[in-house]
């Protein structure tokens, strides 16, 4: 059911920078990622999960107010891979970051952990 997977996470100083990887679980829904919408989401521990920043038509990038400037989403050429560059980072980045597609989040994976510490 898990149809994506993350990685790239960890533990990063205030002010540094970190880039986050998704790619298919499995070769099955390569075709889907590569064509679909994709986000990245994201959850602080006790609180909702909640949209970082989406990207559309493969170009087309959207961000959250709290990191606009500060984070890029992007694909690869070959669109089988989405990433999160992630700078500058603040402590209130702490959170378990996970991707998805845009529109019709269904199953989620287990998401890669990023811990900015001050």
């Known amino acids: 059911q898990v149809q994506v ?3 790239g996470g960890g533990l990063v100083q205030a002010g ?7 790619v298919p679980s499995r070769a099955a829904f390569g075709s889907l990622f ?9 959850q602080v521990s006790g609180q909702a999960r909640e949209l970082v920043a989406s990207l559309s038509r493969g170009e087309n990038a959207n961000y959250a107010d709290s990191v606009k400037g500060r984070f890029t989403i992007s694909k690869s050429d070959a669109k089988t891979t989405l990433y999160l560059q992630m700078n500058n980072l603040k402590s209130e980045d702490t959170a378990v970051y996970y991707c998805n597609f845009l529109r019709r989040p269904i199953y989620w994976g287990q998401g890669t952990q990023v811990t900015v510490s001050s």
């Open 5 to 7: 997977v993350e990685s």
């Open 16 to 22: 540094g920078s970190m880039r986050l990887t998704c």
């Open 34 to 42: 590569r064509t679909s919408d994709m986000a990245w989401y994201r």
